[in-house]
């Protein structure tokens, strides 16, 4: 069986259907890695979005055959600063952690570790899914609220990146109280 090694939301786990999980890391440009990863598997080049290439920060790659995901690679392009880095690993890491189609792993980890209960079976939109991975991934690190809202802002200001916000304030369990007396 293989193993995927998710760095950032700190999940290892295997991955089921998939053949094999690639993290490669931090590349030069989008676009240049698509089209080699095209080339290394004989798709064509009309196979990749040139426009949203160019403009992405991180994607994931699917090697298909059948309806089958044979292979799995994700790769970004560095940040300037490290919690930008983390949101957009974290983010490409939980689109990863769905097409294993294991996010009960990231539900467990939500709850155990910051008290929010989240069903993802419930999430029907893939990206507000990555985006709350992203939020995991910096709150577990404790980046304060306001670069969250900033990172937000530079690099998930949009509605999965509102609704996200949305769904893990609306989730998120009451804080225990203990009395000393």
């Known amino acids: 069986m293989n193993y995927a090694n998710l760095k950032i939301l700190g999940i290892t786990l295997p991955i089921g259907h998939i ?3 690639h993290d490669d890391g931090f590349v030069e ?6 089209l080699e990863l095209n080339k290394k598997y004989g798709k064509t080049n009309s196979d990749c979005d040139i426009k949203a290439c160019k403009r992405a920060v991180g994607t994931s790659y699917r090697v298909c055959i059948n309806h089958r995901i044979f292979y799995y690679h994700i790769f970004y392009v560095k940040q ?6 983390i949101f ?3 983010h490409e890491e939980t689109h990863a952690l769905n097409a294993f189609e294991q996010l009960d792993t990231l539900a467990e980890k939500l709850l155990e570790e910051q008290r929010v209960k989240i069903n993802f079976k419930e999430i029907d939109e893939s990206e507000v899914i990555a985006n709350l991975g992203s939020l995991y991934a910096l709150y577990a690190r404790g980046i304060p609220q306001s670069e969250i809202e ?3 802002t530079m690099y998930g200001n949009d509605d999965s990146g509102t609704t996200a916000k ?3 304030k609306q989730f998120e369990l009451p ?3 203990f009395f000393l007396f």
């Open 175 to 177: 804080r225990k109280r």
């Open 29 to 34: 440009s989008i676009l240049k890695h698509s």
């Open 88 to 90: 957009v690993r974290a």
């Open 19 to 21: 053949d094999k999980y």
């Open 150 to 152: 900033w990172l937000y």
């Open 80 to 85: 300037p600063i490290e919690s930008a880095n």
């Open 166 to 168: 949305r769904i893990y």
